[in-house]
């Protein structure tokens, strides 16, 4: 096992840019990855064929790759059917999700009777618009649903959330036009991967701590075994000679699971947490199988 303690980069130096970003994330994401992208520059691969990232969130990591390779062959995914026509209808109909997204407001009663709605009578751009909506005006940007798959999240009482940032949709609407995606397992499409593809894994962390529980994504929680899972498929494709990148949390599990790999350890600020002087800065690690 190989450690260390990285902190920023000069990921100008890296990544020149020239003007403002292709697309930014259209969702804000519990745990998401824009504040940690400086740091991250540093263990992407400088060369790879294609990409895969099956935990997309809200995309940071790949919409920073997009915009720096454009030509960029990539396939993302999910196993969460609402989050992935939200990405669907944004390539293929963004005008219709910007029509149905001008028709919200920020008022809790509206937000709860948005929350109660019945998404199937719904058409699949009004429910892309409706998750936006959801996502933009929740509690800390949470995405959790209970047992029967009905978002439960409460409301977040935002004096100006950016609910609708139509410049921004119709970015993501072109960054996406060739990208593939798709309803599925992290491992239908790590299956994919080949020697020589870049794969990112950002899955559900393992809890800090035995009552912290953040897994609830889709109906089906994340748990240890899936972990595994995880991390034997991770081992599979390091196997094939694919670059395999992780990000988790910083507990003994996960330094167990991937001890034969490098461990790199970075801080980001989370503000999840039941106990308020528990959120702030935190180590998470990044894994990789090469250097």
Known sequence: MLEANLTTLAYLERYPRKGAPCATPFLKWAGGKSQLLATYSQFFPSKFNNYYEPFIGAGAVFFRLASEKPNMNAT???CNAELINCYEQIRSDVTSVIEALKLFKNDED?????????????????QAARMIFLNKTCFNGLYRVNKNGQFNVPFGRYKNPKM??????????????????????????AADAKKGDFVYFDPPYVPLTNTANFTSYTQNSFGMKEQQHLAETFRKLARRGCHVMLSNSDTAIVRELYSDFHLFTVKATRAINCQPDKRGQITELVVTNYR
Request: glycine share 0%.
């Open 76 to 78: 993302i995914s999910d």
């Open 164 to 189: 609708l940032d139509e410049e921004n949709l119709r970015a993501v609407s072109n960054t996406l036009s060739k990208v593939k995606i798709f309803h599925r397992s992290f491992e239908q499409v």
């Open 110 to 126: 509206f937000f709860y009777a948005v929350r109660a709605q019945n998404v199937s009578k719904l058409n699949q751009a009004q």
